[in-house]
């Protein structure tokens, strides 16, 4: 019950302090796509656990597909140097079919007789070139090969470590903005009800101006400072939804 009576008091300060906020707060809640409130709302009851950002993030990563897509790039350069060696290579065969007449001449009968008979012949021949220069630099070609495409796959596994490493440190970072914003919207509601007993106080000639005024200032600094924290945590949220390529409300949506 407590808490709730806060939560009201809170909203009509901050409706009175704030009204263009206000404004743009009741605009989302009307939207059928605005599910919480990232201002209000505890940010680590609405958005998925760190494992599944981690995942989303990796899996939604522009440039790691890029990285992936240079890993396979490479992997087929290592197969084509690998096949360099059948361009040395080469086949070859002939065929032929004919007849072959031969014709004899028998003196003591005065005649002559011919003879005729079928052929058929193939060859096959497999000739392999290959330069000196080129069994040296064979090896050399393959290491190279091979190294392009470790250092590739390593290139992708470090970009894929920096990636996990700053989505643990947006996750933190925005419960850290979350809790710094419980705390600068103490300060305000604590700011503004001592505004409201310094103006009694005034009126009844029981403090002086300076009093006022220093009061005045002491609760300029904490609207500013809610100020920033509440631009300092949606920037962390934004940031968070673009580095996992997730819209947390959409998630959240009740159909």
Not at 16 to 35: H, I, M, N, R, Y
Not at 83 to 89: E, F, M, V, Y
Not at 168 to 195: C, E, G, H, P
Not at 196 to 205: D, G, R, S, W
């Amino acid at each position: 019950m407590i808490r709730r009576l806060s939560t009201i008091l809170f909203l009509m300060i901050f409706c009175g302090l704030f009204p263009k906020q206000a404004s743009l707060f009741s605009q989302e809640v009307e939207d059928s796509t605005f599910v919480f409130n990232p201002i209000i709302d505890d940010i680590t009851q609405r958005i998925p656990p760190l494992e599944t950002l981690i995942d989303s993030a990796i899996a939604n990563s522009p440039y790691l597909k890029n990285r992936n897509n240079l890993v396979a790039r490479r992997e087929y350069e290592l197969l084509s140097t690998k096949r360099n060696i059948l361009n040395s290579i080469s086949f070859g065969g002939s065929t032929s079919y004919g007849k072959n007449t031969l014709n004899t001449i028998d003196d003591l009968l005065l005649s002559s007789q011919s003879s005729s008979s079928a052929r058929f012949s193939y060859s096959v021949s497999l000739s392999i070139k290959v330069s000196l220069l080129s069994l040296i630099n064979r090896s050399n070609e393959l290491n190279i090969s091979r190294k392009v495409l470790e250092e590739s796959m390593n290139s992708r596994e470090e970009y894929i470590f920096e990636l996990k490493k700053s989505v643990i440190f947006q996750y933190n970072d925005i419960i850290l903005k979350q809790r710094l914003l419980k705390v600068a919207s103490d300060n305000m509601l604590t700011s503004q009800m001592r505004m409201v007993m310094v103006e009694k106080k005034f009126l009844n000639n029981q403090i002086t101006l300076e009093d006022v005024a220093r009061m005045m200032e002491w609760h300029s600094n904490a609207q500013t400072a809610y100020e920033v924290a509440i631009i300092e945590l949606m920037n962390s949220y934004t940031l968070l939804e673009l580095t996992c390529g997730l819209k947390f409300n959409v998630m959240n949506k009740i159909e």
